[in-house]
């Protein structure tokens, strides 16, 4: 994938690896969070000859449904963020008037950021737009946006299957929740504990946090019937 570079060339864009640990990990969470929710849900409705298969099925539907909207979500980000830089640079490179050229790179930097860049840097950011030769007319997508998109259809099916896969080895369907659950929540804690590490907001703790929020979300889910 390509950017549009002030110095007026091309060059690969540096875009967020598919494995970026914080935002594949609560991406990771949230399917075992909706994976929790719907297995509960299912549970309450489903009873019968085969209900362990048909609540691994449901699980496992539940995951493949999570990691295909997370893909075309991912899609999604990524189009719209590359068209908004994109409309950037164009806006700052038609605007005949350097300070409101300057006006608009102000307003696009996060409000934290802003304080610590003055007009003399935007300025120089200005000349150098103004001097790119041509601008693409839209955003498009690219191949590695695709590739992207497929790594995290799999990295959240494959992260969330264990939480189906007791329905299909236990054969009570009580047994096989009790552990469906038990995972979810070792992976959660793992997960936070990951989370913890990559923000510097203490392993243990992110950890046991995760995993308290999965208890609260299993005690409504069974509050409400599941």
């Not at 990691?67 to 038609?94: C, E, H, N, S």
């Not at 552990?179 to 923000?199: E, K, N």
Request: hydrophobic content about 55%; charged content about 20%.
């Amino acid at each position: 994938m390509s950017t549009i570079m002030p110095a007026g060339h091309a060059e690969p864009e540096r875009r967020q690896p598919v494995l970026n640990t914080v935002d594949r990990v609560c991406e990771i969470c949230f399917g075992l969070f909706m994976a929790l929710t719907f297995v509960g849900a299912v549970k309450a409705v489903t009873a019968g000859a085969d209900e362990g298969h048909k609540m691994f099925f449901a699980a496992l539907g539940c995951n493949l449904a999570w990691g295909l909207a997370d893909a075309v979500m991912y899609l999604v980000r990524t189009l719209i963020d590359r068209g908004q830089r994109l409309k950037l640079a164009q806006t700052v490179k038609r605007e005949q008037d350097p300070a409101g050229a300057v006006r608009a790179l102000r307003d696009a930097l996060p409000e934290k950021l802003a304080q610590f860049v003055d007009d003399a840097d935007l300025e120089r950011i200005r000349a150098r737009f103004a001097a790119v030769p041509t601008l693409p007319p839209r955003a498009n997508f690219v191949l590695d946006d695709f590739v992207g998109a497929l790594g995290i259809f799999i990295l959240v099916v494959l992260g969330t299957f264990p939480v189906a896969v007791p329905f299909l080895v236990v054969k009570d369907v009580t047994t096989a929740l009790i552990a469906s659950r038990v995972l979810t929540f070792a992976m959660l804690f793992i997960a936070g504990v990951a989370l913890g590490r990559s923000t510097g907001a203490g392993a243990m703790k992110a950890g046991l946090a995760m995993v308290a929020l999965g208890i609260l979300l299993t005690m409504a889910i069974i509050k409400l019937g599941g």
